[in-house]
């Protein structure tokens, strides 16, 4: 290595004491799988993630019929890395596009004698996340039904992009209606031409995916849900009211196998059940929530009637060992071997980490933590060494354990600067230091923003507060009493952040606070969907923090619950500026560092509070909302936007052949 190109030790050093990438928790969440993800070390359990890639391949290539459906079941215990590799599965098949992929976290599943219903929900909902094609995996397969009625139509028919379609759906749906035509009408019908013993409705549904101001109902009315009567006439759909939620979970199954058995048709589908451990809730029958998603399995194994031309169907079920040992394995009926048959009953079981692994482990997140800040370390896992991880290594940590230790011994040895005689001097130069070093992009750092808004609440608990904010929002004798995690954990999923628990003129009030930088649709909504439960975590208000600039989306669900949150919950939107999070960071980062600059715990909140208490950010947080929505902060077409757009858009063709189409 040129030792020239090497990054000074001191802007190591510097980056290190800000930000800690290894995580304490090393939990891979929901969000991860759906996400960028956790780092991936791909050679740890590789042999649990290409056997299951080899099933979606032999599924797909088998020409016979009953080797389209395959189950695997996978068991590890706490921490080894179940979640991880349904992320690593997750994000290979969105890479390459081979499958569509449904990932059902069953500790979401709040009704056990509702869990076919729920898993209907859950395949609507997977399959509106982002697929190979930058769309939703819904809008793949319709654009692949979409092309085969065109097809159908004109044999040398070209095929368009998922993304072409939908550029062009409305405005030919348009055009269409003002011929006095029904586009849906002609497409659903050159479709059902190669699909006759198909659900007419289900494929009016999926093709609708491919009309952006429509996608949302229908995949509302996909997931089982009910339509208003306009609402399902203009879409040409059932409208799903009046059913009780037992004649739903009655009929969920029949409309899961019609769902599974036409998207099969046109990809691979891989099906992942995770977290059926977790919830220790029985059904009215006495089955237990893994022996329930057993039994789901094998149904669906039973009962999806795959032909030789499906590209075939895999179903992964991951659980404790225990569990399978005392409970899935001694279930009747042959469902044991429903839920393995890839593997002849044998579940793939994972391992946990070695020596050469551990080093591989450090080196990985290391990496991405040095590359995103243009340093280069004199060895890939600096601070540490690589004799000391592999020691730690050979006590075969799980995954999460040695997430743990990385965080817990992310501290390099750094000599103390010369420092002050007194403590108040002393924090000054601290926060003085702390304010030069370099943090990179950390307005979207959304876990360094909460850690330091956590921080500053603590500094202020007991403070009697009074006045007003910037904005002129009232604070009457407010105190802060606490600052606690929400619960449930296991269903808020760390989405909000925390709870602010204090009185106002000896009026309680507990504010989840839920930072919010993230820019994705998806995500924005399962937070806000959090954020106004306020019955399930215990709130009296709930609060995002969020750049003004970060608008939302008028055709996000998370618009509608942002309206429910401030206009209806009396809920707020405290602007993140960074003038006003960098001071709070760089106290965090001085309370983080106690030794470095020889101060107590006590006297940093202490000096902190002296600042914390003016922070408008703390305090606009605090005080009674406004109740009104800054119509800056949303992003949406206009009527005149669209007007004019339709205006200049290229005129549709006459013809009634679905030409309009192809432009």
Known sequence: ?????????????????????????????????????????????AHASDTVLQAITDAKKSSSSKEKVNSIAITAQQGVGKTHILS???HHLQGDGCSLFIYAGVNNYTDLNLVKYQF???????????????VMQWQE??????????????????????????????????S???????????????????????????????????????????????????????????LGLPTNSGKTSQEREAEALNIIQKILNLVSYYSPVTICFDEIDVSANCRDDGLTTPQ??????????????????????????????????????????????????????????LKYLGGDSMVELATLWLQDFYEAR?????????????????????????????????????????????????????????????????????????????????????????????GKTSTGEKLNQLIVE??????????????????????????????????????????????????????????????????????????????????QLIQELGGEWAYLKAEEIRPLIDMYAVSQKLDIYNLSAEQVIEFSKQRTINNDLLLEILSDPSGQIDQDTIEGEELLDDFFDLVLTEKTTEEDDLNDLFG
């Open 141 to 174: 397969v319709a654009a692949a039904m979409a092309n085969e009625g065109f097809r159908a139509i004109n044999a040398k028919a070209p095929s368009l992009s998922a993304q072409e379609l939908i550029n062009r759906f409305d405005r030919v749906y348009t």
């Open 482 to 563: 606490d600052i606690t995690e929400v619960e449930p954990i296991s269903k808020n999923k760390g989405w909000i952040n925390f709870k602010v628990i204090g009185k106002e003129n000896n009026i309680d009030f507990k504010i989840g606070v839920a930072i919010l930088q993230h820019t994705n649709g998806r995500t924005v909504g399962a937070a806000m969907s959090r954020l106004t439960d306020y019955t399930t975590y215990d709130l009296t208000r709930g609060c995002i923090v969020r750049s003004k600039d970060k608008k939302f989306k008028r055709q996000w669900e998370a618009y509608s619950q942002l309206n």
């Open 1 to 45: 290595m040129d030792n020239s190109a090497l990054s000074p030790i001191e802007a190591l050093n510097a980056a290190i004491q800000v930000i800690n990438p290894f995580t304490k928790e090393g939990i891979v969440k929901e969000q991860d799988v759906w996400g960028k993800g956790f780092p991936d070390l791909p050679n740890l359990n």
């Open 374 to 466: 243009n340093l280069i370390p004199p060895h890939p896992v600096y601070p540490f060494e690589e004799n000391q991880l592999r020691d730690y290594g050979k006590k075969k940590p799980t995954v999460r354990e040695a997430l743990r230790w990385c965080a817990d011994n992310f501290q390099p040895q750094i000599p103390k600067p010369k420092l002050p005689s007194e403590p108040l001097e002393r924090f000054e130069f601290a926060l003085n230091r702390e304010s030069e070093a370099n943090i990179g992009d950390y307005l979207e750092n959304n876990s360094l923003i909460a850690d330091a808004l956590r921080f500053g609440f603590q500094t202020l608990k007991g403070e009697i507060l009074e």
């Open 292 to 349: 329930v998603i057993a039994d789901l399995v094998k149904r669906l194994y039973d009962t999806l009637e795959q032909s030789a031309l499906s590209q075939g169907i895999v179903i992964l079920t991951v659980m404790l060992p225990d569990t399978w040992a005392n409970q899935v394995s001694l279930m009747p009926g042959g469902t044991p071997d429903r839920i393995s048959t890839y593997t002849q009953r044998k579940p793939i079981d």
């Open 176 to 234: 269409w209606l003002a011929k006095k035509k029904n586009l849906m009408d002609r497409l659903t019908q050159q479709v059902l031409k190669t699909k006759s013993n198909t659900d007419p409705y289900l494929v009016r549904a999926i093709l609708w995916t491919l009309s952006e101001s429509q996608a949302p109902f229908v995949i509302t009315w996909l997931s089982g849900k009910e339509l208003d009567q306009s609402k399902a006439q203009e």
């Open 88 to 90: 690593r599965i997750r």
């Open 120 to 134: 209907q929900q859950t395949l609507a909902d997977s399959l509106s996340h982002l697929g190979n094609q930058g």
